[in-house]
């Protein structure tokens, strides 16, 4: 499959908001299984990760998969990384409420206690992965749905008919693939427009 230009920077957005939210759930795991999966504000980062890692997995397998899907649309992934934002954000919130009253210097944990110690670094960390993980789950919905309008603005309102991994905004307005480059080589070129006319 043939990415777009806006395709390919919003292939990198996702593929590195994947990796933080591996991270994320990594740690989660770690924090969860210390604690024997007890307290809610660790949980909560454990769910949301799971969600999210499910929700990414999809979005690529189908992406890759089927060349017209309504899921790389940006009416689609517009309010759905919106909910993912709006997800990570409250629970972010419940859980760093809770998370203060753990000791921020892991270090003054004695040495013989090291699995105390190891404990409280995965926290930390994990509570400040969670916040980079709703910052950019939040700019992957801002740009998109900055982008997208900005492309309506200017009068290319096939940005709306095909998945942003395929937008081209310079496409013809003729025929089945309007403004988007499906299948291989050529045919989302200009010359695409007499290609009805041939019969």
């Not at 900005?150 to 937008?167: C, D, I, M, Q, W």
């Not at 905004?169 to 007499?194: I, K, L, T, W």
């Amino acid at each position: 499959m043939a990415l777009s230009p806006v395709g390919r920077k919003q292939f990198a957005a996702h593929l590195l908001f994947f990796v933080v939210n591996l991270v994320v759930l990594a740690l989660a795991i770690k924090v969860n299984d210390f604690q024997e999966y007890f307290f809610i504000a660790d949980l909560f980062p454990l769910g949301l990760s799971i969600t999210t890692l499910v929700v990414l997995v999809a979005l690529f397998i189908v992406d890759f998969a089927i060349v017209e899907n309504y899921s790389g649309r940006p009416q689609f992934t517009i309010p759905l990384f919106a909910i993912l934002s709006v997800f990570w954000l409250a629970f972010n919130a419940f859980s760093t409420s809770r998370w203060r009253f753990v000791p921020l210097e892991c270090d003054a944990i004695p040495a013989e206690f090291s699995e105390d110690k190891a404990w409280c670094k995965n926290l930390q960390a994990l509570k400040a992965l969670v916040w980079v993980e709703w910052v950019l789950c939040f700019l992957i919905t801002l740009f998109t749905a900055r982008f997208t309008l900005t492309e309506n603005a200017r009068g290319h309102k096939h940005v709306f008919r095909g998945p942003l991994s395929r937008y081209n905004p310079n496409a013809d307005v003729f025929g089945h693939s309007v403004g988007y480059n499906f299948g291989g080589g050529g045919g989302g070129g200009r010359d695409s427009e007499f290609l009805q006319y041939e019969k």
